[in-house]
């Protein structure tokens, strides 16, 4: 069961070992940093944009996006992860927000208020209901922003046998869904969301850092079935369709979409 009170015991106690993990040259280190390339290459080209961290983990995302002059919100479950976002934003803080909060629903976030939202790390499929979280993060991204979002791939290595969209207490005894580029384009489809690039992540045999650096410049958004069985995630760059809804009816939605999908099952 991914509770928000699990969630946040489970990242509490990993905080520090995973912001020493990001200051490493290695696959998962390199992996974010591609995610925050595909982002910032997908958002209008001027500074003071209002962007959202969410999912923010210890702020690797949104101290870079502060540092180039942008306003940015860190959301995260975890106090002790925004502990350490906010620690390292530093003395860029007066352009930095930071809110405890779950992704599945912040109402303490104004409808349509974020030119941009990154949710990396794989957290939508880790929260426990991707569709309420990114129907909540559709909610306050403006009409025609950037949401760049990751996902855990079902093509890629860690699926090779199973093939199965849920894994149940996939870690921490937390469970993982898992999407193909079909169905993540379908799920961005159902939430009014406009995709313009799904990008692999985190690539066996592309964890150089020479090279890595390369994939986040040049990667094609057309994908081969080789490189996507090799990634170990799908990173979408989607905009927002649309006029702004109400807080609630982003709930109200998911809860729908929920029951067609029992339906269906």
Known sequence: MNSPEAIRTAWDARAAQYAESLSRADGRAIGVAVELEHFRRALPKRLDLNLLDAGCGPGFHGRRLVAEGHRVTFVDVSPAMLERAQRDVGELASRAVFIEGDIRGVPALADG??????????????????????????????????????????????????????????????????????????????????????????????????????????????????????????????TRKGTPRKRGEAADTARAEMRVADVEE
């Not at 093509?155 to 996939?170: F, H, I, K």
Request: charged letters at 20%.
């Open 113 to 238: 208020s974020f030119d941009g939202v990154i949710a990396g790390g794989t957290v939508i499929s880790d929260c426990g209901d991707p569709r309420a979280a990114i129907a909540e993060l559709r909610r306050v991204l403006r009409p025609g922003g950037v949401l760049g979002f990751s996902v855990r791939n079902l093509l890629g290595p860690q699926q090779r046998t199973e093939r199965t969209e849920v894994v149940r207490g996939g870690g921490d005894g937390f469970d993982w869904h898992f999407f193909s580029p079909e169905s993540l384009m379908s799920f961005c489809q159902r939430h009014s969301l406009a995709v313009k690039a799904i990008h692999p992540v985190h690539v066996e045999g592309l964890f150089d850092q020479d090279v890595a650096k390369s994939v986040a410049a040049h990667l094609a958004a057309e994908l081969s079935r080789d490189v996507l069985a090799r990634s170990w995630e799908l990173f979408a760059i989607a």
